[in-house]
């Protein structure tokens, strides 16, 4: 069974880092520039005066709002319109994930107060918490941060190219 389970590991480990590290580096600086020059206290604070289960439907708004952008971006597509749909795609499935991104942090203490999410919430840090403390996620996070590291590297370097080019021709 555990020669079964290993690879299965690796695969959940390798799937969850990569969309965590994907969506949320795009948007939680995102929701930063968002939270910093857009000043919504009011909706903030009206945000955070509604009740547990109030707050827990709001969340449906952004998949109400942002789902149905899906088939236009699958119709682009099936068009041929491919990047214009993988924008729309991408766009929207970003946006999404800021805005529910924005929600918890502001009803987090009141959607705790629900059982059930309570309950559900626990479970996916539990799982989250054995997933990160397994093999197959620390081989996944070392070869991210190399290849993190040489991106940087390369930028460096090509940044430093450049900057000898532009020099060089003054």
């Known amino acids: 069974m555990k020669q079964i389970l290993k690879p299965v ?3 959940l480990a390798a799937i969850y880092f990569l969309v965590d590290a994907v969506f949320m580096a795009v948007a939680k ?3 930063r520039w968002i939270a910093r020059h857009f000043e919504f206290k009011r909706l903030r604070a009206w945000i955070r005066s509604l009740p ?3 707050s827990l439907a709001l969340f449906s708004v952004p998949v109400i709002i942002l789902e ?3 088939p236009v971006a699958a119709y682009l597509v099936a068009t041929g319109q491919v990047v214009s749909g993988a924008a729309a795609f991408i766009g929207c499935e970003l946006l999404k994930l800021v805005l529910v991104e924005r929600l918890f942090h502001l009803t987090r ?3 705790m107060r629900i059982p059930a999410f309570a309950w559900a919430y626990g479970k996916f840090t539990d799982v989250r ?3 990160r403390a397994t093999e197959a996620w620390r081989v996944i996070r070392a070869l991210s941060r190399t290849a993190k590291d040489y991106v940087a590297w390369a ?3 090509l940044v430093g190219g450049f900057s000898r080019l532009v020099t060089a021709r003054d």
Do not use: Q
């Open 9 to 11: 590991t690796y695969i």
């Open 29 to 31: 600086p995102i929701a």
């Open 52 to 54: 547990p289960y109030p």
């Open 68 to 70: 149905p952008i899906k």
């Open 109 to 111: 203490d009141k959607l």
């Open 129 to 131: 918490a054995w997933l």
């Open 155 to 157: 930028r460096a370097r």
